[in-house]
């Protein structure tokens, strides 16, 4: 968070005492992909820790709660200046975590400023439209946050992977994203993208987990392991969107996801990051505070 | 026209029989806006008749009658069909007549398939998103056809002459608009971008009947006096805004609208071909009919 902000919160605002002092966290800039880096996954590792190698899951959910804590602020600052609005998409192979994601990331934030918005296999409705149709009635009004669980992005993913329309079509949808992307960015969305980086040995011990356990059973669907014999196609159709709509308005961070205590503090820290960069202000008061008596 | 469409409608439906001859009418390319042209609105006659200079006002609802039956043969076949879709975008100076458009040319087209929008000035929910948000969300689906009474683009007209927002700002939204449109393009929607273009004493006529005739009083808003002091920037952004998105796939029509009847002929007449040039067809019947006996 920057000073200014954060005197302001401090100067003006009655909830600026839930806020921890701003600590300058490690920054999330490795896991940024920039404009025109051409991505491969293989090199990536999906269980590393390198921004808090000290830490473990143990500790991880005090250092969670702070930041909480910090996004909360922010998202009343957000809130309460109005001429922005946040725009978080999640991606990620099946048990990559999207849904723990954004119960980990969000606990603790005002839902009234927070809508997440999942994207299944479009409706007969939305089926009669582009893809970007349902996408763009969902996108966040000034001073609010959408996370997107699942997007547009599956539109050459999935699309891709089982061939539902010709190369050409899904190939031209790289430029539509990015061109749609860069006019919510020139009209007030910040864009974060994210996506949920897992080796294929942890999928396997996922998928296990909601085979052997009841509980888990409603997670797990025979589809799950078709996907999963199509890895290495998803994986690159995965590289293939990430690189060509990767920008510097619209970023895609890749975070490793093996460690979903990690996962969490690093999307965490992504969130705050941009919001911090955002420059957010409470309004300015239109009349001077000590003029006015209450009787 | 074409004749395999001819030839289709008159084997297979039942309709086909309200369907008029196809006649070769006059090309409307005239009035077509090509890709880089730079328009000047000076240049162009608003009252001129020049595809009908034989025809007047009194001979032409014979003619319109049967354009109107030749649109509603191809709305059904565009609904039958069901694989694309057409976005017919209308503006115009105040009293230029898109309501009487709307009301000559789509009378007697089935209006389960046609769909009118109208865009006034946004409501509390739409300024709290990006200008294309409330247009991407009424565009058609696939078989329908949806006309435009006011657009997007009085983002980049009324908004520009007013100075509502920024140069930078507006200036941006010609890319975002060719984008979005060729984005809807690739994916089945074809438009038709339609300027009335009247001359400035018309207007002058058509707002002094406003003010007479008690009967027109609804119709007459202090603000279109206003508009009217500033007819040359409006018309110096209609220039710039029809030459920077008049695109191949999505191209702009300036339709001479001093005279209303030639206004109706000449836009029936842009749609019909438009229509047949997306050689739309019946779907093909999975069996044979004969082999079907209903008892």
Redesign the interface.
């Known amino acids: 968070m920057s000073l200014i902000i954060e005197a302001r919160l401090h100067a003006w605002h009655p909830w600026s005492h839930y806020c921890e002092p701003s600590e300058e966290g490690p920054h999330m800039d490795r896991y940024r992909i920039e404009s025109g880096y051409q991505l491969r996954l293989a090199d990536r590792d999906a269980g590393e820790k390198a921004a808090h190698p000290d830490l473990n899951k143990k500790h991880a959910g005090a250092v969670l709660a702070r930041l909480n804590a910090q996004l909360a602020e922010l998202q009343k600052l957000l809130w309460s200046d109005g001429s922005r609005a946040l725009l978080l998409v999640l991606q990620a192979m099946d048990t990559g975590g999207k849904d723990g994601t954004i119960r980990g990331v969000f606990t603790g934030v005002n839902p009234q400023g927070v809508t997440v918005h999942g994207f299944g296999v479009p409706g007969p409705?939305e089926i009669?439209?582009?893809?970007?149709?349902r996408v763009?009635?969902k996108?966040p009004?000034?001073?609010r946050i959408a996370v997107f669980n699942r997007s547009h992005y599956e539109d050459v993913l999935i699309v891709r992977v089982n061939e539902l329309v010709p190369r050409e079509?899904w190939h031209?949808r790289y430029e539509?994203i990015r061109?749609?992307e860069?006019?919510?960015t020139?009209?007030?969305?910040v864009l974060v993208k994210i996506m949920l980086h897992i080796s294929k040995d942890e999928q396997k011990l996922r998928l296990q987990a909601r085979v052997d356990n009841p509980a888990k059973h409603f997670k797990f669907s025979m589809g799950d392991l078709e996907a999963r014999s199509k890895w290495d196609q998803y994986q690159r159709a995965y590289e293939d969107a990430i690189t060509e709509t990767s920008t510097e308005d619209a970023p895609w961070y890749v975070v490793p996801s093996d460690r979903k205590w990690y996962r969490n503090l690093v999307i965490s820290r992504i969130l705050i990051d941009t919001l911090t960069a955002m420059n957010l202000s409470y309004p300015t008061p239109e009349l001077d505070p000590t003029s006015i008596v209450i009787e």
Chains 1, 2 share one sequence.
């Open positions: 409705h009669e439209h582009d893809y970007l149709w763009h009635d996108t009004a000034r001073g079509v031209r539509h061109n749609f860069q006019m919510l020139d009209e007030g969305t």
